[in-house]
């Protein structure tokens, strides 16, 4: 089976750069999606194919994706963008999951 | 706007099967190029990827679920259904219906889950 890899947790101070890696054999090779989730809600889609931003999202959003290593950042991080946040991608017919990134705003 | 609504029994004996429903609105389940998903998340844990149906009624699972489950549509209905048999308290869970757009099973590559449901809690418990 196919495996994605994400660091546990990820702390930025308010204002700064946050950088949230996806790792998976040959990742470069798919396309990734990246999905926010905060506590009792749903996920929301935040990038799909790789890099692109749904409409509603803020442009500090932005994604990108080569060799091994997909990464989501997240430029100017507000108290609002601290969340769960999951990779995933298409394995021939099966989704994929990453184990999930908990990004807290210090 | 889609809207998908996921209901059924939030308390499962073990060994039996879990049942749940997913109404969708706002749109028709048998039109476009969308499959219609399945998703888990124990507390506290991540996100699993249980299955997808697609319009024509084509399925896809994952792998280490597969002995185990069913999704089938009710078109008559706009819904789509999930059957897991042989629970276990591992598989207590929250569990997402969704919707997956840009897929068809020519390719995936793009598919996103644009649309979720809020979720329900099924516990499995004597």
């Known amino acids: 089976s196919y495996d994605l890899t994400q660091t546990p947790s990820v702390s930025v101070s308010p204002g700064q750069t946050a950088s949230i890696t996806c790792s998976g054999d040959?990742?470069?090779?798919?396309?990734v999606c990246w999905y926010q989730q905060k506590p009792g809600q749903s996920p929301v889609l935040v990038i799909y194919?790789?890099?692109k931003r749904p409409s509603e999202i803020p442009e500090r959003f932005s994604g990108s994706n080569s060799g091994n290593t997909a990464t989501l950042t997240i430029s100017g991080t507000q108290a609002m963008d601290e969340a769960d946040y999951y990779c995933?991608?298409?394995?021939?017919?099966?989704?994929?999951f990453g184990g999930g990134t908990r990004l807290t705003v210090l | 706007q889609v809207q998908l609504q996921e209901s059924g029994p939030g308390l499962v004996k073990p060994s039996q099967t879990l049942s749940l429903t997913c109404t969708v609105s706002?749109?028709?389940?048998?039109?476009?190029?969308?499959?219609w998903s399945w998703i888990r998340q124990p507390a506290g844990k991540g996100l699993e990827w249980i299955g997808r149906?697609?319009?024509?009624?084509?399925?896809n699972y994952n792998p280490s679920l597969k002995s185990r489950v069913t999704i089938s549509l009710d078109t008559s209905k706009n819904q789509f259904s999930l059957k897991l048999s042989s629970v276990t308290a591992a598989d207590t869970a929250v569990y997402f219906c969704?919707?997956?757009?840009?897929?068809?099973?020519?390719?995936?590559?793009?598919?996103?889950?644009?649309?979720w449901g809020q979720g329900t809690l099924v516990t499995v418990s004597s």
């Open positions: 969704a919707r997956v757009a840009y897929c068809s099973p020519a390719s995936c590559q793009r598919g996103r889950i644009d649309y």
């Open positions: 706002g749109g028709s389940i048998s039109s476009g190029t969308f499959y």
């Open positions: 149906i697609y319009t024509s009624g084509s399925t």
């Open positions: 040959k990742l470069g090779d798919k396309f």
């Open positions: 194919q790789d890099n």
């Open positions: 995933q991608a298409w394995d021939s017919s099966t989704g994929v």
